[in-house]
């Protein structure tokens, strides 16, 4: 059972950043498949970036503004975003799946979310 914790979500201004960290415990951080993906109220789950071992995907509306990384020695998956825009404002989930995919029933295990709110 993997357990899957993210913080640094925030309120900030368009054009900032943020950087969201997921620490997970439990199984084998590094062979995981580690996946970044945000939701709004009444509407669908969406995938925002992916990394499994060195592979990684980003979706194309995060493209060239969002990155994925990872660090194995503190089972840590990270997503730097920058030059934010309202419309990612969003919940944000990090998953952990056995494969490096954007598909959402690919993903095992859940964390709870952190709220990403950006203004105007």
């Known amino acids: 059972q993997v357990q899957l914790v993210e913080s640094g979500g925030g309120l900030v201004q368009a054009g900032g950043s943020l950087r969201l960290s997921c620490v997970a415990s439990?199984?084998?951080?590094?062979?995981?498949?580690m996946g970044w993906f945000r939701q709004v109220p009444g509407k669908e789950r969406e995938f925002v970036a992916a990394?499994?071992?060195?592979?990684?995907s980003t979706g194309d509306s995060v493209k060239g503004r969002f990155t994925i990384s990872r660090d194995n020695a503190k089972n840590t998956v990270y997503l730097q975003m920058n030059s934010l825009k309202p419309e990612d404002t969003a919940v944000y989930y990090c998953?952990?799946?056995?494969?490096?995919?954007?598909?959402?029933?690919?993903?095992?295990?859940w964390g709870q979310g952190t709220q990403v709110t950006v203004s105007s």
């Open positions: 990394l499994r071992w060195s592979t990684g």
């Open positions: 439990g199984g084998t951080f590094s062979s995981y498949g």
């Open positions: 998953a952990a799946s056995r494969y490096l995919t954007t598909v959402i029933s690919e993903y095992d295990y």
